[in-house]
């Protein structure tokens, strides 16, 4: 109940914000605005500084969805008696490949997925409740859903493709071409649908910076915050797992694209955004910094040696 209030009162504070920024620009009872409304100030270098701060999330949220997801993969191949080493590159299974089983094969490589599917569920209840949220760590969050959509989503898409991963799975269920093809479709569909039905919930992390999210910068904001990063969160998560090159780990990766690109199709036609008049200042995430290059060193070296689940 108490919920309920809060975002009808949410609801009634967006009308307000439109209806004040319509009388300003003298458009509230007129369908041409004036001329003076295109010209917003916006703070020097501030999506330098976005760009900045949502690769260091980015990179975050890869390790722990990744690192997680390598581990639950692992765990679950020693309940089938498979020993194995964890590396930063994938998951070294200690058996010959004609002891594996359908029950193992299905049970290993179905895990990561399914759990990283649930996990996304739940990110994504919590993103829905701190939504309005102004702080940065909320992005963190945002990329958490991501990276578990995406070795969800992902994982149908590529392994049917690539018949690695997930793609072991939909080989020993003797699922013929036809079958494969659907498959794709229905990954690629889906990620994209999921793409445009996040667009407001993405645009929503603007507020880090701005009160207004405006057609003037909308695009310049959306391929700040996560383009960018996305290109250069993977050159980097590529540079690091060096000289082990993961073929299918890197298409993976790149299939995120397809719940970003929506993004940008979608801040095309969707209106002003309206937040709070807060006074915003550029974050600045020195400790975030030293902790996303720590964590990096730290995943390369450890996992570069192994760990034996």
Same mark, same amino acid.
């Given at each position: 109940?108490?919920?309920?209030?809060? $975002?009808?009162?949410?609801?009634?504070?967006?009308?307000?914000? !439109?209806?004040?920024?319509?009388? $300003?620009?003298?458009?509230?009872?007129?369908? /041409?605005?004036?001329?003076?409304?295109?010209?917003?100030?916006?703070? &020097?270098?501030?999506?330098?500084?976005?760009s900045?701060?949502?690769?260091?999330?980015?990179?975050?949220?890869?390790?722990?969805?990744?690192v997680?997801?390598?581990?639950?993969?692992?765990?679950?191949?020693?309940?089938?008696?498979?020993? +194995?080493?964890?590396?930063?590159?994938?998951?070294?299974?200690? %058996?010959?490949?004609?002891?594996? *089983?359908p029950?193992?094969?299905?049970? +290993?490589?179905?895990s990561?997925?399914?759990?990283?599917? +649930?996990?996304?569920?739940?990110?994504?209840?919590?993103y829905?409740?701190?939504?309005?949220?102004?702080?940065?760590?909320?992005?963190l969050?945002?990329?958490?859903?991501?990276?578990?959509? *995406?070795?969800?989503?992902?994982?149908?898409?590529v392994?049917?493709?690539?018949?690695?991963?997930?793609?072991? +799975?939909?080989?020993?269920?003797?699922?013929?071409?036809?079958g494969k093809?659907?498959?794709?479709?229905?990954?690629?569909?889906?990620?994209?649908?999921?793409?445009?039905?996040?667009?407001?919930?993405?645009?929503?992390s603007?507020?880090?910076?701005?009160?207004?999210?405006?057609?003037?910068?909308?695009?310049?904001?959306?391929?700040?915050?996560?383009?960018?990063?996305?290109?250069?969160?993977?050159?980097?998560?590529?540079?690091? !797992?060096?000289?082990?090159?993961?073929?299918?780990?890197?298409?993976?990766?790149?299939?995120?694209?397809?719940?970003?690109?929506?993004?940008?199709?979608?801040?095309?036609?969707? &209106?002003?955004?309206?937040?709070?008049?807060?006074?915003?200042?550029?974050?600045?995430?020195?400790?975030?910094?030293? /902790? *996303?290059?720590?964590?990096?060193?730290?995943?390369?070296?450890?996992?570069?040696?192994? %760990?034996?689940?």
């Amino acid at each position: 109940m108490h919920n309920d209030h809060l $975002k009808t009162g949410n609801r009634f504070y967006i009308a307000y914000r !439109k209806i004040r920024f319509l009388v $300003k620009r003298g458009s509230l009872f007129s369908k /041409a605005p004036q001329k003076t409304a295109r010209h917003v100030k916006i703070p &020097e270098g501030i999506f330098k500084t976005i760009s900045f701060n949502s690769l260091l999330l980015f990179l975050v949220a890869y390790l722990v969805i990744y690192v997680l997801n390598l581990f639950i993969t692992g765990y679950t191949a020693i309940i089938f008696d498979i020993p +194995v080493p964890v590396y930063y590159n994938d998951v070294d299974y200690l %058996i010959r490949g004609i002891d594996w *089983t359908p029950d193992s094969v299905s049970g +290993v490589f179905s895990s990561g997925p399914i759990a990283m599917f +649930v996990l996304s569920l739940f990110l994504l209840i919590l993103y829905k409740a701190v939504e309005t949220e102004s702080g940065i760590l909320r992005l963190l969050l945002l990329w958490l859903i991501f990276h578990a959509m *995406t070795r969800f989503f992902g994982e149908i898409l590529v392994g049917a493709i690539l018949n690695k991963g997930f793609g072991f +799975v939909i080989l020993y269920m003797f699922v013929m071409d036809t079958g494969k093809v659907i498959l794709t479709i229905v990954g690629f569909v889906a990620m994209f649908t999921l793409g445009i039905a996040m667009a407001r919930l993405s645009m929503y992390s603007a507020n880090i910076y701005f009160n207004d999210l405006r057609k003037a910068y909308r695009t310049k904001f959306i391929l700040s915050q996560f383009f960018l990063p996305f290109l250069l969160g993977n050159i980097i998560i590529f540079l690091i !797992k060096l000289p082990k090159f993961n073929y299918f780990d890197l298409c993976l990766n790149f299939s995120m694209l397809l719940f970003l690109i929506p993004l940008l199709m979608r801040s095309f036609t969707i &209106e002003d955004l309206y937040f709070d008049e807060d006074k915003k200042t550029i974050v600045r995430t020195h400790m975030l910094t030293a /902790a *996303t290059v720590l964590a990096l060193i730290a995943f390369r070296v450890i996992l570069g040696f192994g %760990i034996r689940l």
